[in-house]
């Protein structure tokens, strides 16, 4: 008999190691000769695809034992819990002569809640501890709903949140340990070599990066983890791990889920990842075996380079809006943003095509410890591209921005004049990018710097600040919208 404890009434714990029933199948058996079961322990080869969408494709090599020709039913375990079914591909290796009829993904997995659930209308034995006798005392209990709590007849009493343990004479039929595909074969030999791939839903990786540049901000070392999270319900023994890097199209919803893990492995051993370019994204393959297990976070070394060169840019944004209507001071003390540019490029030792993910920075104080000075996402990154780290927003580099005259000469057409008045508070020079969104068709009229055209909309100015000194950037413009 197997029996579950009652804890409030709610939350119920089987207790009994016996609960590994083989699944029922849905298939007709009258024209099955034989059925056979295949798990974990007949793989010959496993390779996971993982894509930083949050699935993955999974690919397996058994040796089925069929025991038999002719119509088998195959149990096919230790699949993902996370699978989705209709994605299901089998196919025989070498000489392997089969059909498949037919498929069922079985997938109701025993657990104390749906043990009771099956059990409603039925008569189960549950157990109080008497502590005036010292002994459980035994009942006959018949289950009417397990709606938020089990509601029980005990004789001529209805109760709920009964205090003891419940046991039950049987495990349901329809009722399995773990998610299993059930195939109706048509087999032509008894031992048939087969490939079987699918894709699963909580199969996910992002990459990381560290990036530590040295005291004058002008190089840098960088490191790349991929951390990899299985949530997918299955566990891979020494897979051949490969990762996507991509936007592939999906017609499916997201579907990820939130879950505890129970460990977080950091692997950093050679050989690391082998980089090549796949359809019109990025594969990444790892060089040597690794066992994924379900609710783990595995952590691999994706790259390393030394010595990159950086550029730190001090960049002060201005809105194209600043230019239809009237202002005054837009901003006052509007922060500068701090950039670090580094080109991926082989000549600045990169030249990889970089994941996206979370590039975080840290720069050694006085005291030679590595302190964290900001960090910033970064999209994928094709080599010879340049890569701009936002860090964060200057301290003692503000800007003001003034708007000195306005003057409507149209519907869509306006002229203004500005003053942008850049304030460097520290004892080294520093150089700031003023770049303007006009937003629109431009021209400048006149101004106290040269502006750069960068597009149609856009415009900068380069203006070099002196150790505790203010410069004031004058221009004037007329801007038309439409």
Same mark, same amino acid.
């Given at each position: ?57 999974? *690919? ?51 657990? &104390? ?8 209308? *039925? ?11 010292? $002994?459980?005392?035994?009942? +006959? ?21 009964? &205090? ?51 005291? +004058? ?31 592939? /199209? ?23 990842? /082998? ?13 040597? &075996? ?6 783990? /976070? ?22 194209? /809006? ?30 990889? &095509? ?31 591209? $340049?890569? *701009? ?63 750069? *055209?960068? +597009? ?27």
């Amino acid at each position: 008999m197997l029996s579950a404890a009652n804890v409030g009434g709610r939350a119920l714990h089987v207790v009994a190691a016996c609960l590994l029933a083989a699944p029922s199948l849905a298939i007709g058996q009258q024209d099955v000769t034989r059925i056979a079961q295949s798990d974990a322990e007949q793989r010959r080869e496993v390779t996971i695809t993982v894509y930083n969408q949050n699935f993955g494709l999974v *690919r397996e090599v058994r040796d089925l034992t069929l025991g038999s020709t002719g119509r088998v039913a195959l149990e096919f375990g230790d699949v993902a819990s996370q699978i989705q079914p209709e994605t299901v591909h089998i196919r025989g290796l070498g000489d392997a002569r089969f059909d498949v009829l037919e498929q069922n993904y079985q997938y109701d997995l025993l657990n &104390p809640a749906k043990l009771l659930e099956k059990y409603v209308g *039925r008569t189960i034995k549950v157990y109080r501890y008497n502590q005036a006798t010292g $002994r459980e005392e035994e009942f +006959d209990a018949e289950v009417l709903s397990v709606n938020e709590s089990p509601i029980l007849r005990i004789g001529n009493e209805i109760t709920y949140n009964f &205090p003891g343990r419940f046991a039950f004479p049987e495990i349901p039929e329809n009722l399995i340990a773990k998610p299993t595909l059930v195939w109706l074969l048509d087999a032509g030999e008894r031992s048939p070599r087969v490939e079987v791939s699918y894709l699963t839903n909580n199969l996910n990786w992002k990459s990381d990066y560290v990036l530590v540049v040295n005291e +004058d901000d002008t190089r840098g070392d960088l490191t790349g983890w991929v951390t990899l999270t299985n949530q997918s319900g299955a566990s891979y023994e020494n897979a051949r791990l490969k990762l996507v890097a991509g936007d592939v /199209q999906r017609v499916t919803p997201d579907t990820r889920q939130r879950m505890m893990l129970d460990a977080v492995v950091v692997e950093a051993a050679r050989p690391g990842f /082998q980089e090549e370019a796949f359809f019109e994204y990025h594969l990444y393959t790892l060089e040597r &075996p690794t066992t994924i297990r379900q609710n783990e /976070q595995k952590q691999v070394t994706l790259l390393e380079g030394e010595g990159i060169g950086t550029a730190k840019r001090l960049i002060y944004y201005g809105a194209a /809006q600043f230019y239809r209507s009237q202002w005054g001071q837009p901003v006052s003390n509007q922060k500068i943003g701090v950039y670090l540019d580094i080109q991926n490029t082989e000549a600045n030792r990169l030249g990889m &095509p970089l994941p996206k993910g979370i590039v975080r920075v840290y720069k050694a104080d006085r005291s030679g410890a590595q302190q964290f000075v900001g960090e910033d996402a970064i999209d994928h990154t094709p080599r010879d591209e $340049r890569i *701009r780290i936002k860090v964060g927003e200057a301290f003692d580099v503000v800007g003001e921005r003034r708007q000195m005259e306005y003057r409507a000469l149209g519907r869509c057409v306006a002229e203004s004049s500005w003053e942008i008045e850049l304030r460097n508070h520290k004892d080294t020079a520093e150089e700031v990018l003023v770049v303007e969104p006009a937003g629109a068709d431009w021209e400048i009229l006149s101004s106290s710097h040269p502006a750069t *055209r960068v +597009d149609n909309s856009t415009f900068t100015f380069t203006v070099g600040v002196g150790a505790r000194e203010t410069v004031v950037v004058a221009y004037r413009i007329r801007v038309r919208w439409c």
